[in-house]
């Protein structure tokens, strides 16, 4: 576990700073805000998950210790962090720990308690306070309970002096809109994540040849991913061969790869808590059949016209209507659809094909905090440092008797990551393989 944050402790004191001031113009008076961190997951006996901290509280801190607990409060004492206890045997089996110390030196912590002081410590920090900046529903359940129960214990003693805040707000109305807009050290994190994640789709294009297995292709990717100093995977690979690409969410990653398959790969490496978050698809063999390449092709357009599309005063929603519109052109022409292009896409006809979304925020999480409606319900407009993935795709199931035979069982999705900036866009994966030349080229066998 790291024992001090990854970027200079300056960078979350700032944050810290904005998140406050936001907190008094939303809430004038006294408040406080309560971060909490993801619990620790069991795997099996004796076995936990991996751990990975909750975004916001990391965003907030750079703090990665489970357990651990962040408060921002208006009154003197603006970041208190609650950390486990340093603890020689503990340590000795399960690592280091920062311990109260090592929050205030490494992590800037004007205070901090170890989590055994809880209850007490943050019945403290939240009594008096006007309001309460919360998120009920979020990481950990338990921690709803635990809130409820000291604003029960606040408000009993009400007769005593002791006041409980009359008003809840989500804190993530402030921390997700600034988690959307990328700062420089975020963006230097974010590329080193897709260098990575370029390296291992060039060996999951090498590596997933006929006669390979899905599961060489995912541990082709690992070896870049982690061997190339990420942490890993920002989330869990997909790796589709064949039909199994048809399977929106597939990731048994255990199948043959046989001659004449597609391979899908929806695959992301993770630096410093940022993930990339591409796919590719690639013919086994090295070489798209013609009805492959006609629908790989379909696809690529798609996405080329989308992501060209995309510029500051755009929105997901127009990008996504427009993808959809050439996707069901194209599914017209290639007879997978009957009839008039207005009346399908209208009519969702689309959907037997394309059934997700084309877009989506990306940053710490994968599917990143932010709203994607403005203040008045609308589409939200795109702004410079803002990361989203564009992601055609086509999907054929096997047993589809509408569609042309060639087409069945054939599943292509080209995903990238795009930084919104001042003039337009930079596709931040273009240098990741994606035209029918160059996909070939890197898995010519
Ligand atoms: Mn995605």
Redesign the pocket.
Known sequence: MALAPPFPPDIFAARRILVLRKMAEIAPGPSVAIFPSTPVAVRNHDVDHPYRADSDLFWLTGFEEPEAVAVLSTGDRPFTLFVRPRDREKEIWNGRRSGVDGAKTAFGADAAFTVDALDKELTEAIAGKGTLFYRIGGVDQGFDARIARILQGLRMRARAGAAAPTRIEDPGQIVHELRLRKRPEELTALRKAVEITRRGHLAAMQTGRPGSHEYEVQAALEREFRGGGGRGWGYYPIVAAGMNATVLHYNENSDPVRDGDLVLV?A?GEVDLYTA?V?RTFPASGRFSDPQRAAYELVLGAADEAIANTRPGVSIDELHEGTVRHLTAGMVKLGLLEGDVDKLIKDGAFRRYYMHRTS?W?GLD??DAGNYRDESGGPRKLEPGMVF?I?PGLYVAPDDEKAPKEFRGIGIRI?DDILVTEGGHENLTAAIPRTVVEVEKTARR
């Open positions: 929806d992301g978050d796919t989506h990306l994968v599917h993935t992601e995903e």
